[in-house]
């Protein structure tokens, strides 16, 4: 499509935590300042800022944005906030990706963060004002709900078990024992201590459910003249996609994803990827609950519709296995800071593919990865698609 | 790079560095109020369930009946004015048995939530992805007995309470 | 790459300070008909992607992207939102299509500020929350403080200030979209109630509900689908410091950035000579003349002078806010700056009516995200 290339050439990340002692302006503030010390870069260099972060309700913040523009560096700086709930975090690399490609700048700094913790007593209860406010918000619904119903829908379309999902939940927290800045990293976990946890909305379990955190993480993204002067192992951003489908979910059947199918086409039409499967060497799906991974990877076209468990069955989703899912731990084991969890996928991918990371780096010399998230009332895809 | 880095930054903290005191904090409770105008659609939907009707629209463009109504199909894009009862019964199409009250209370017997695909309104089909459901909660039913594809009906609020609102209809329960 | 980006369409509602017959969604739809329309595009089949502004404690709704998409025909699309002014939003659709990713591309914004009950509450809770919001001050104290200051530091007086409200509450007496519109004198003006000293209540903008929905596309499209296309030229945003603390007050550098962001892809060296008319912000009659400086229309402590002379006039050298601007039409929200691009078009276009500029030829759009924040955007459109 002729059009300019965009690399990711820095990373930082916090830790995920239950409660942060920074304010949320100095948690953006340290993955920011990490991930321009890891490319050698200063702020003179950042020409824009992007900013990731969920519902203004958590913090209690109105024009959040706006309060957080100088922790996230963006003083005297174009600044933007694009917000797509849940899906935020991968959709901020994409919004860097066009501040990039259309040519109005060179190198921008992307910030994804979030403070859960300040809502008080608990996150949780922000989240009734995500549903509509005159048909549903009436009903009192937990936000536990739509997960607990779409779960029930996806196991009775296609016969799946809780046994089998619960494999996600273990892999997972088995993957984030290996990351320094997880906050459920469990190597010793088994399938009967997530069976066995309480019962929150069945079918969703405790261990079914990534937790609430607090954290940031940072990206920087430049354009292929200052890549190639900045790095010797850029890694691109290949292919991108998002996708919102009707606010009206109950007039949906919640089995299937459409709108992950959606994002997902597009990005691999732009990267050119004509066999997912086969392309796509490690896969960061968006995975707040276990079941969702199943979800998303059927959406990606990595597994085919109500089959996706087989990948954890078999070992294809295992670090050593031969499309690694979630080797950060995902959501499920780092934490879900929701903007930041999803941008730290972007992280792991640019950290994979360049082979630096860690204890958690997957053989084989990845060269594509592949990240996503999800929001909204099970609405957004965002798909992002990297290689070297 | 984690393979480089030693120390992330970010401090965690605990219940207790509350409770002792070493954490400082500034607590408000906010203050936001509205009065959402609810127009055309939705008000049509509210009158109806007032008088014990629950409303769907049909698009004149796709054929399809859907609730709660509104004035475009999003599918289509055509503007949609022809309102229709649709019955107030319907299949469980998924639900939950949720232990947990919106704001986080636990609670013993599960509350069950549940997307009701209407009688009346558009069904999935093999060539359709599209209903008619709206989302309420399950009544009169021992939570274990709940199956998706379980027939239900509703229960409305005695006439002189309703006021026009998805509360008018208590829950559904089995039939 | 799209060097170039048109808008090839507007549609709009409401612009009442009152709207109840309607949903938010049923207003919107009502805009997005229209755009669509005007454009000659259907949503469905033709609009590639689409941007919304909005915030969440405006709307009373968390993750309010979720409801956006339905009543723009973009359900199953590629839409996203941005929590900024409709210029931010515009910009966005601009980058979007320079990138080559898309050709046509909706924006859409939108005020149900009638809906809100607590709105003063809303704008305090966009103070910071350990430091500022304690004090329990109402909000508009930060622009007394900057209107203060810009006054002490320029020398403009507030008779000069007056006088903005004066132009623009008149100036809309001739656009049939103006809520506000009204033919008062200097004295009316100075004689209202203050709200914040030196600020008045008749120096403030009032709320208006309505929808504005905008249909851009790359030069290869845009000349297949308008027969008038107006022309992005540049677009720039920037940000200053949110903390009170720490800003300037009298000025305000951030607009000063966002203008040579846009003036530079315009190729604009004076734009008090290139220019033929400017929307730009006065949501207080103060920050107009404030703007107009920051815009390099003249410099710092000219403005007043040039609107005592009537320079800034319907029939002046150069027009400012010539729709009536926020002090007229009403304060639009997220939606201000789409309300402010929307009279350029209908101008560069010639549809302006009854308040058409003669030889419109190149317009500036600007806008600021209102207290407490430094958030600014500008635009240079022309036909």
């Known amino acids: 499509m002729g059009m300019r290339k965009v690399a990711v050439i820095g990373a930082g990340m916090t830790k995920f935590v239950r409660r942060a002692q920074e304010t949320p302006k100095e948690l953006s503030w340290e993955a920011a300042r990490m991930a321009l010390e890891s490319c050698e870069l200063t702020m003179d260099d950042i020409q824009a800022v992007c900013m990731g972060t969920a519902p203004d309700a958590f913090d209690g913040v109105h024009m959040k944005g706006e309060y957080l523009s100088d922790g996230a560096g963006a003083w005297r700086k174009p600044y933007l906030r694009a917000f797509v709930g849940g899906g935020t975090g991968v959709f901020t690399p994409i919004q860097g990706w066009y501040h990039v490609a259309s040519g109005l700048f060179d190198v921008v700094l992307l910030v994804c963060e979030e403070k859960m913790s300040s809502f008080y007593p608990h996150a949780q209860a922000a989240f009734v004002t995500i549903f509509d406010h005159t048909t549903e918000r009436p009903l009192k619904p937990n936000l536990l709900w739509i997960f607990a119903i779409e779960m029930n829908r996806y196991m009775t379309a296609y016969g799946i078990n809780k046994k089998d999902i619960a494999r996600v939940a273990v892999q997972h927290k088995q993957n984030a024992a290996n990351h320094p800045c997880a906050m459920l990293g469990e190597a010793d976990i088994t399938v009967d201590d997530v069976l066995n946890s309480e019962v929150l909305a069945w079918p969703v379990q405790r261990l079914d459910v990534s937790p609430v955190s607090d954290g940031a993480v940072a990206i920087i993204l430049a354009a292929e003249h200052v890549a190639r002067r900045l790095t010797s192992k850029p890694v691109w951003i290949e292919g991108v996609g998002w996708n919102l489908d009707t606010a009206y979910w109950t007039n949906r059947d919640l089995a299937y994803p459409r709108y992950v199918e959606y994002a997902a086409r597009q990005a691999y039409e732009m990267a050119g990827i004509q066999e997912p499967r086969k392309e796509i060497h490690i896969a960061e799906p968006y995975d707040p609950f276990d079941y969702k991974v199943l979800h998303h990877l059927e959406g990606l076209g990595l597994a085919e519709r109500g089959k996706a468990v087989d990948l954890y069955l078999n070992g294809t989703a295992a670090p050593d296995g031969d499309m690694p899912v979630c080797p950060s731990g995902g959501l499920l084991g780092v934490g879900n800071p929701i903007a930041a969890a999803g941008l730290m996928k972007i992280a792991e991918l640019f950290w994979q593919l360049r082979g630096e990371a860690g204890a958690r780096q997957v053989p084989g010399s990845p060269k594509k990865g592949i990240a996503q998230a999800w929001g909204d009332l099970m609405q957004v895809g965002t798909v992002v698609i990297m290689g070297r | 790079m984690t393979a480089r880095i030693k120390n992330f930054p970010g401090v965690s903290l605990s219940e207790k560095d509350f409770e002792e005191g070493k954490i400082l904090f500034v607590h408000d409770e906010l203050k936001a109020d509205y009065a959402w105008d609810t127009g055309i659609g939705i008000g049509a939907y509210l009158a109806g369930l007032k008088r014990g009707v629950i409303l769907g629209v049909r698009c004149g463009h796709c054929r399809k009946i859907v609730v709660p109504p509104r004035t475009v199909c999003e599918w289509c894009f055509h503007p949609m004015d022809e309102y229709v009862p649709v019955k107030d019964t319907g299949m469980v199409n998924t639900f939950s048995l949720c232990y947990v009250t919106w704001d986080v209370k636990r609670i013993t017997e599960p509350e069950i939530p549940a997307v009701i695909a209407l009688d009346g309104a558009s069904a999935l089909s093999e060539t359709s992805v599209i209903m008619g459901g709206i989302m309420h909660k399950l009544g009169e039913v021992e939570p274990k007995q709940v199956k998706i594809g379980t027939r239900v009906q509703a229960v409305w609020k005695p006439e002189s309470e309703r006021e026009g609102a998805i509360t008018d209809i208590l829950y559904f329960k089995p039939i | 790459m799209n060097e170039r980006v048109a808008i090839v369409g507007v549609g709009w509602s409401g612009f009442r300070p009152r709207t109840p017959e309607v949903s938010y969604k049923e207003l919107i739809y009502e805009a997005a008909v229209r755009a669509y329309a005007n454009a000659g595009v259907d949503p469905r089949a033709d609009v590639e992607s689409f941007v919304t502004v909005a915030e969440d404690f405006i709307e009373g709704t968390s993750i309010f992207d979720e409801y956006t ?166 677009i720039g945003w920037c940000n200053g410091s949110p903390s009170l603390e720490s800003r300037e007050w009298g000025s305000v550098p951030y607009l000063q950035q966002a203008a040579q962001m846009a003036y530079q892809q315009a190729g604009i060296r004076n734009p008090w000579n290139e220019i033929d008319f400017a929307e730009i912000d006065d949501t207080y009659a103060y920050k107009e003349l404030q703007a107009m400086e920051s815009l390099g229309l003249c410099d710092a402590g000219q403005a007043g002078a040039l609107v005592e002379e009537g320079a800034t006039e319907m029939d002046g050298e150069l027009p400012v806010n010539s729709s009536g601007g926020s002090l007229g039409v009403g304060y639009m929200l997220e939606a201000t700056g789409l309300m402010r691009a929307l009279e350029a078009v209908l101008q560069l276009r010639g549809e302006a009516g009854q308040h058409q500029i003669e030889d419109a030829g190149i317009g500036l759009v600007q806008s600021w995200r209102g207290v407490p924040t430094t958030s600014g955007a500008v635009a240079v459109l022309s036909n």
């Open chain 3, 69 to 234: 998409p339905d009543q723009l025909g973009a359900a199953l699309k590629p839409v996203h939102t941005i929590t900024g002014d409709g210029l931010h939003g515009l910009a966005t659709a601009y980058m979007l299509i320079r990138s080559g990713y898309c050709d046509v591309v909706a924006v859409e914004g939108h005020s149900k500020a009638s809906n809100i009950l607590t709105h003063p509450n809303i704008v305090a809770y966009a103070q910071d929350p350990v430091l500022n919001r304690p004090l329990r001050l109402n909000t508009h104290f930060v622009a007394g403080m900057e209107m203060h200051r810009y006054l002490f530091e320029t020398d403009t007086t507030q008779e000069q200030c007056a006088l903005v409200a004066v132009k623009n509450r008149r100036n809309a007496l001739k656009n049939p979209l103006a809520s506000y519109a009204a033919d008062l004198t200097l004295e009316d003006v100075l004689n209202g109630a203050p709200l914040a000293w030196p600020l008045g209540v008749r120096e403030t903008a009032e709320h208006s509900d309505g929808a504005v929905v905008m249909v851009l596309a790359s030069e290869k499209k845009a000349e297949l689908l308008a027969e008038k296309p107006v022309w992005i030229r540049g």
